[in-house]
């Protein structure tokens, strides 16, 4: 049976699927309600502290000072704005880098949890995690580097030529390139931590194929989620900042660091959610999972 169903994937694979915005909601909600416990678990360590951490050993990236006065010269306070950041992150990068790295080993083992591949435990999903970050890291560097290159480049020769006009026509088109790769890359991740493809450029290309013919979908699916929950999140981190600041600046920063933590954690959570329900219909429920139906 396992054989029988196992070839079935393989065939069923080989076509495109269409996205079910509606069922991938309701799966996405279905993973949440059904893992609670162990999402809050890994969520806490991996998301939720390491911001905390960044909130009140590094205030400046949360919340920095204002670049210039009021009413000044727009491109000096551009110019003292890009000073401020590039000290922040200078003084910082320390930290930054240990919470970019937990973030990461968080996010891939809680796509391994959410799996319906072998259900694995959570300490064989934070194995999984751990394993899988050297090629998750690879595959945003390639990715990244490659969209930087095929923006810049054309940018910056249109900018040589001086035609401000045909430099910000340019640009337009190389940000909805830009939109297009992200989505296209977009089920990098569960591809590296469900999967378990570790060659980068595999799995860049297999998120490539699987979002094939659902990119609109897909992108008009997140950015109405997020959107949503983008406008929740600002109102009620907004009115707890606002309680926050009546008392005292000491009980303000570390308030305000707790609310900002929780909020990032609660939509890095519901993020990874979505694309585990989006990456689990249109790769196709795994051979385990269809196999344990038949038993």
């Known amino acids: 049976m396992r054989a029988l169903v196992a ?21 996405a909600t279905a993973l949440m309600g059904s893992n609670k416990d162990t999402i809050s678990a890994i969520a806490g ?11 009140l050993f590094a205030p400046e990236m949360v919340n920095p000072e204002p670049a210039g006065p009021a009413g000044g010269n727009p491109e000096a306070a551009f110019q003292a704005m890009m000073a401020q950041i590039t000290q922040a992150y200078t003084e910082n990068w320390v930290l930054l880098a240990a919470v970019t790295i937990a973030q990461f080993v968080g996010s891939l083992s809680l796509l391994a949890l959410l799996t319906d591949r072998g259900r694995p435990t959570v300490g064989e999903a934070l194995a999984t995690g751990l394993k899988s970050s050297p090629s998750y ?11 930087a290159l095929v923006i ?9 030529a001086g035609s401000v006009m045909t430099t910000v ?18 089920l990098l991740a569960p591809v ?21 013919g659902n990119s609109v979908r897909i992108t ?12 929740i999140a600002a109102l009620v ?6 309680v926050m600041s009546a008392l005292g600046s000491q009980i303000a920063t570390i308030g305000n660091g707790i609310v900002n933590a929780g909020v990032n954690t609660l939509m890095g959570v519901i993020f990874l959610v979505v694309i585990a329900a989006i990456h689990r219909q249109l790769a196709g429920e795994s051979p385990e999972g269809l196999a344990a139906t038949f038993e």
């Open 7 to 27: 070839l079935g994937i393989g065939k069923g694979s080989m076509t495109n699927r269409k996205l079910d915005m509606g069922k991938a909601w309701t799966q």
């Open 137 to 147: 890291l690879a595959g945003q560097i390639i990715s990244g580097l490659g969209i």
């Open 152 to 160: 810049g480049l054309p940018l910056g020769i249109a900018a040589a």
């Open 45 to 55: 360590l991996f998301f939720f502290l390491p911001g905390l951490s960044v909130a």
């Open 169 to 186: 026509l340019i640009g337009f088109v190389l940000v909805l390139f830009g939109l297009y790769a992200f989505i296209k890359f977009s």
């Open 237 to 242: 981190a907004g009115i707890l900042g606002l």
């Open 192 to 212: 590296v931590a469900i999967d378990g493809e570790r060659n980068p450029f595999k799995a860049l290309a297999r998120s490539w194929r699987l979002t094939k």
């Open 220 to 231: 008009v699916f997140l950015a109405l989620l997020f959107i949503t929950i983008g406008i």
